[in-house]
């Protein structure tokens, strides 16, 4: 695609068609869904690849196909689009109710706050919460994200950032695994024994490895997963050991889902913090959801990053 192509000019029409042939892969649903004749899908397509100087679209046997261009454009038009949309409903709704958009990484979202929305919603039933997920930072400025929630140490220059946890990462697994003979075995022999389960993008198995004064080449083995929340799914259902920070694992101890074998911990200093632009701090709805945050973790001990140790674990 040309750095020379941009969207002045470009009807907004041509994009929606577009994004509708992209997501089925089939002009003629694209035009059933748009309410528009098969050709005009053609035509609008076929003008769109002219103004990018791009083919967007491969025709196989087994029919369509996006090009490499094609799939990317596809991903920013649906991403503008769904913007688009959001604006447009948030500017219809009345003036009693707002909404909220909350950012924040998939396994903390499925871990800690999905289980408990609930709660923030009853309090606070005038804001309509938003909760989105991803695998990496969102960028703030120029979004519709009130607040996103980062792990790290704080360090976002440009932006209004306030520590919501302090972390610690320890392994867990299914009390079937912590059976009496397990507990009579040195840490390093019952690790060698299990199935190791490893988020693929962090070596947080070797870290607490060392932390723990053990062998970090016990961290050679395992199944790899591109989500935490995948590795602690395996390890509530029996399929071995996985390593997370504390405030991800809180819950599953406290419901008997999972066990914490034992008390070393791996500590550098990170945590879990709450990351906003200056206009969007002052706004009453995140001043709310940091609030009802904080008190929510700090009321059943996730904000402290600590935990209690299973009977008979090392320390």
């Given at each position: ?118 709660d923030f919603v009853r309090h606070h039933p005038w804001i309509d919460v938003r909760l989105e997920s991803h695998r990496y930072f969102v960028q703030l400025h120029g979004s519709d994200v009130d607040v996103a929630i980062r792990m790290g140490n704080g360090d976002w220059p440009g932006h209004v950032v306030e520590p919501l946890t302090q972390e610690v990462m320890f392994p867990v697994c299914a009390p079937r695994l912590w059976t009496p003979q397990a507990r009579s075995l040195p840490m390093a022999e019952f690790l060698s024994r299990q199935t190791l389960l490893h ?117």
């Open positions: 695609m040309s750095p020379g192509n941009g969207v002045a000019g470009l009807p907004l029409a041509s994009l929606r068609i577009f994004d509708a042939a992209a997501r089925h892969l089939n002009m003629g649903r694209a035009a059933a869904e748009l309410g528009i004749t098969q050709g005009a899908v053609s035509r609008q397509i076929k003008a769109l690849e002219e103004r990018l100087r791009e083919p967007l679209f491969r025709r196989g046997p087994r029919g369509l196909r996006l090009t490499e261009a094609g799939d990317l454009l596809a991903d920013y038009v649906r991403r503008g689009l769904d913007q688009l949309e959001t604006g447009l409903m948030r500017i219809g709704q009345p003036r009693s109710r707002t909404t909220l958009v909350v950012n924040a990484p998939r396994t903390f979202a499925m871990r800690v706050l999905a289980p408990r929305i609930d988020y693929a993008e962090r070596p947080h198995w070797t870290n607490w490895l060392r932390a723990a004064g053990l062998d970090p080449a016990l961290a050679a083995s395992g199944p790899r997963f591109d989500e935490t929340a995948l590795a602690l799914a395996a390890a509530e259902a029996g399929q071995g050991l996985a390593v997370a920070w504390g405030v991800l694992l809180h819950q599953a101890i406290a419901e008997g889902r999972l066990i914490r074998p034992f008390a070393a911990v791996m500590d550098d200093g990170t945590g879990y913090h709450l990351v906003m632009t200056e206009i969007a701090a002052g706004r009453s709805t995140v001043r709310a959801f940091a609030s009802w945050l904080r008190r929510s973790l700090h009321d059943d001990g996730r904000g402290r990053g600590d935990d209690g140790t299973a009977a008979g674990a090392d320390s």
